[in-house]
């Protein structure tokens, strides 16, 4: 079983950045690829970005690739979110995923991930 916890959301002004944490509880965090996803008001969730069990594979979502970084800490439990130049449009409740499997490279769709956090609010202004 693995839980997730996140922090690090708050509101910003357009170009600003953030970072986001989630730390994970569970004896196998280190086997696991991690993932951030994001949900704004009437919209559905859609990927963000993935890092694979050894923090050597990444995949980002066209909209945000070259703007955050997906990071794996094994030491300490934890995956982070660099959010950079921020737009209105990233604006939304951001969650932590865990791969339902173990062993795997970055996945993809949410399909791949079985364990999720309550989510942090991330709010860009203009």
């Known amino acids: 079983q693995v839980q997730l916890v996140e922090s690090g959301g708050g509101l910003v002004q357009a170009g600003g950045s953030l970072t986001l944490s989630c730390v994970a509880s569970?004896?196998?965090?280190?086997?696991?690829?991690m993932g951030w996803f994001r949900q704004a008001p009437g919209k559905e969730r859609e990927f963000v970005a993935a890092?694979?069990?050894?923090?050597?594979?990444?995949r980002y979502e066209e909209r945000v690739r070259g703007r955050f970084t997906i990071l794996k800490d094994n030491a300490k439990n934890t995956v982070y979110l660099q959010m950079n130049s921020l737009k209105p449009e990233d604006t939304a409740v951001y969650l932590c995923?865990?791969?339902?499997?173990?062993?795997?490279?970055?996945?993809?769709?949410?399909?791949?991930?079985?364990?999720w956090g309550q989510g942090t609010q991330v709010t860009v202004s203009s």
């Open positions: 995923a865990a791969d339902r499997s173990q062993f795997r490279q970055a996945g993809g769709p949410s399909t791949d991930f079985g364990y």
């Open positions: 569970g004896r196998d965090f280190t086997n696991r690829g």
């Open positions: 890092i694979g069990y050894t923090g050597r594979s990444t």
